[in-house]
């Protein structure tokens, strides 16, 4: 059973913070995947990784960034929080058949 | 840029009535069509997918058929139970696989 694990389930951060969200995968899954989520806008891609130390940007990818420095691990990183990145955060990871893992979400808030 | 919409946002149906969610995407590249459910407080998870080589795909109670010509792919769930109450995401894949696009979601409620 593929398990993709997230850091924190709940974060309340400070504007101007650098936060880090962590996801995990335990699959050997070479593909990896940041997403937020937010009420009447689905699942949009911030970014993703299809190998170690490789990433590309997703549709907003804008105050992010992200590492891969070994494969089961996807990190996030939001270098100075805003309130505008209030909102879930989901890690996936992705097998063969395409079909995503998901993490179970870490839900930010920037105050 | 590529987007998928999805239709309608929110259905209510009574337990053993029909739902049917529908889908279009922009992407002629796309080639792979997953359904995710994700209940309150839980993660996203796949409940049935499609490959544009195939026209309908059945899995006991929920079905999906696609239309590639038109772009169009629906979600079918039968005899509906108070447990399929959920958000319901449908996607696009590209042949690339690495980028899936989302629906917005609908958010299905069945009222015993």
């Known amino acids: 059973d593929v398990k993709v694990t997230q850091s924190s389930r709940y974060l309340v951060k400070r504007t101007g913070e650098k936060v880090f969200l962590e996801c995990v995968q335990d699959?050997?899954?070479?593909?990896m995947f940041w997403y937020r989520q937010d009420p009447g806008l689905g699942l949009r891609l911030i970014y993703f990784?299809?190998?170690?130390?490789?990433?590309e940007k997703g549709d907003i990818p804008e105050g992010y960034s992200v590492s891969r420095e070994k494969k089961e691990r996807f990190s996030l990183i939001l270098e100075s929080a805003s309130t505008n990145q209030t909102s879930m955060y989901l890690c996936a990871s992705r097998d063969t058949f395409y079909e995503q893992y998901f993490g179970p979400g870490t839900r930010l808030t920037v105050t | 840029g590529e987007n998928v919409e999805q239709h309608p946002s929110t259905l209510s149906v009574q337990e053993g009535d029909s739902a049917v969610i529908k889908c279009t995407y922009s992407d002629s590249a796309s080639n792979y069509f997953p359904w995710y459910k994700q209940e309150l407080g839980k993660r996203p998870q796949l409940i049935i997918d499609i490959r544009s080589n195939v026209g309908e795909k059945k899995d006991q109670r929920i079905a999906v058929t696609l239309n590639k010509t038109a772009k169009h792919f629906s979600l079918h769930i039968t005899e509906t139970q108070p447990e399929d109450s959920a958000v319901y995401f449908c996607a696009a894949v590209n042949t690339g696989g690495f980028k899936t696009i989302f629906g917005a979601g609908t958010r299905l409620f069945v009222k015993a």
């Open positions: 990784s299809y190998d170690v130390k490789m990433k």
């Open positions: 699959m050997d899954h070479e593909n």
